[in-house]
């Protein structure tokens, strides 16, 4: 599975940005995705993760009530919906996928695709 994320920016405190993840290569039907970012200086920390059926969805502290994950297996897309951003929330966001949930959250996924930059300003 090749995977293409997009949609990042430059974005005041308090905006919203919408992040996509393109699939490619295989159908992710049999895939659950998350998103994880990556701040400088720092590890790549887990964001977001949504099960293979789209039944099950989660997210670290840091993000919860704010930014939503969800997923188009038609389209072969996953999103993360960001609100309310701060300042705290610039890094590079990655998407993954792997067949196993447990593992996109333990960030052992089998796939990973090149980030999107966001800048989140005063």
């Known amino acids: 599975v090749q995977l293409q994320a997009s949609g990042g920016g430059l974005v005041q405190a308090g905006g919203s940005l919408r992040l996509s993840c393109l699939a490619s290569g295989r159908t992710i039907r049999s895939y659950a995705m998350g998103w994880f970012r990556q701040a400088p200086g720092k590890e790549r920390e887990f964001v977001a993760g949504i099960s293979v059926s789209g039944g099950i969805t989660t997210y670290a502290d840091s993000v919860k009530g704010r930014f939503t994950v969800s997923r188009d297996n038609a389209k072969n897309t996953v999103a993360l919906q960001m609100n309310s951003l701060k300042l705290e929330d610039t890094a590079v966001y990655y998407c993954?996928?792997?067949?196993?949930?447990?593992?996109?959250?333990?960030?052992?996924?089998?796939?990973w695709g090149q980030g999107t930059q966001v800048t989140v300003s005063s």
């Open positions: 993954t996928a792997d067949p196993n949930l447990r593992a996109v959250l333990l960030r052992t996924s089998d796939y």
